[in-house]
């Protein structure tokens, strides 16, 4: 039997209010996180990857909306949650890596005391038992204690993202959002940032929602895979079934669009054209104007996110 979800988002839908009307951003959008699960959610840029995880968070700020469905975490209605319940949510139990270390950090302040602040904040703890659990933190991600009273600039760019990873965890929670944590960085950090993830939840249990535009990254570290097009959820499957047997056109298209390491070698196809403008989205599939394989009704008829394969799910009217 599957384990209950940590987290459960449920037809979960996001729309700017514009003066020429609402934008929906997500659609329907549902998945569930097991405990130590990672899921990795990818599409290309716009396709409300992001969107979806400020609205788990309840960081949303108008114009943006959530105008539909229910965000569960272990059993807690997310969207029901007051202001004091919020705060007592966000960073102990569930914490977001932001994708540019640069802008996340305050420039002004030493590394130290960045990550005692929420400390300090949430557990009441003196300054001094704050910056010996930041230099606790530092060290769990590689980083020398002796490094506390450096300024972000003093650090390079790799390090940066260790230290929004160490803030992240300051408080232990069991459920990270990494919102394309390693995009600013060259392959080589790329690869050592994400072994170091890797091993910290192996090490410390976690579950991650792994947001990317680069499908390449996810490939050995999700467990799940859910494929994400102009705000709608495409495919859904484990992580080795979408790579060896990818069912949604959209995903053969992001899946032709990088090379393999190990593979032979191969023309790079790419996906022609590029994602629709949200305000005024195609009838039917919204991937029809850019797919190989559409056919007629996919020019009128929306097609269902369903189960097409064991624990594969698709939205395509192929299946
Ligand atoms: Fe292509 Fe039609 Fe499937 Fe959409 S529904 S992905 S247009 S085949």
Known sequence: MAPSP???????????????????????????????????????????????????MRLLRPPAVITG???????????AMNEEQLRAFRWRKMALVFQSAMTA???????GEQISDPIIAHDGVTPAQAMERAAALLKLVNIDSSRLNSYPHQLSGGMRQRVVIA??????????????????????????????????????????LFITHDL??????????????????????RAKDLF???????????????PSVRGPRRKLQGIPGSPPDMRNPPAGCRFHPRCPQAFATCQNELPVLREIAPEHRGACHLY
Do not use: W
Not at 69 to 79: I, K, M, P, S, T
């Open 69 to 79: 469905g229910h965000v569960y975490f272990a059993g807690q209605d997310v969207l």
């Open 216 to 237: 390449s990254l996810i490939a050995e570290f999700s467990t799940r895979i859910a494929i994400l097009y102009a705000g709608k959820l495409a495919e859904t499957a």
């Open 244 to 258: 060896s047997d990818p069912k949604h056109p959209y995903t053969q298209g992001l899946l032709g669009s990088f």
């Open 105 to 111: 950090l305050n420039p002004v302040l030493t590394i």
């Open 6 to 56: 940590l987290l459960s988002v449920q037809d979960l839908r996001v729309e700017f209010i514009t003066p020429t009307g609402p934008v929906c951003a997500v659609d329907n959008v549902s998945f569930d996180i097991a405990p130590g699960e990672v899921l990795g959610l990818a599409g290309e840029s716009g396709s409300g990857k992001s969107t979806v995880a400020m609205a788990i």
């Open 167 to 208: 803030i992240a965890m300051a408080l232990k929670p069991p459920f990270l959002i990494m919102d394309e944590p390693t995009t600013a960085l060259d392959v080589v950090v790329q690869r050592e940032i994400l072994q170091q993830i890797a091993e910290l939840k192996e090490r410390l249990g976690f579950s991650i």
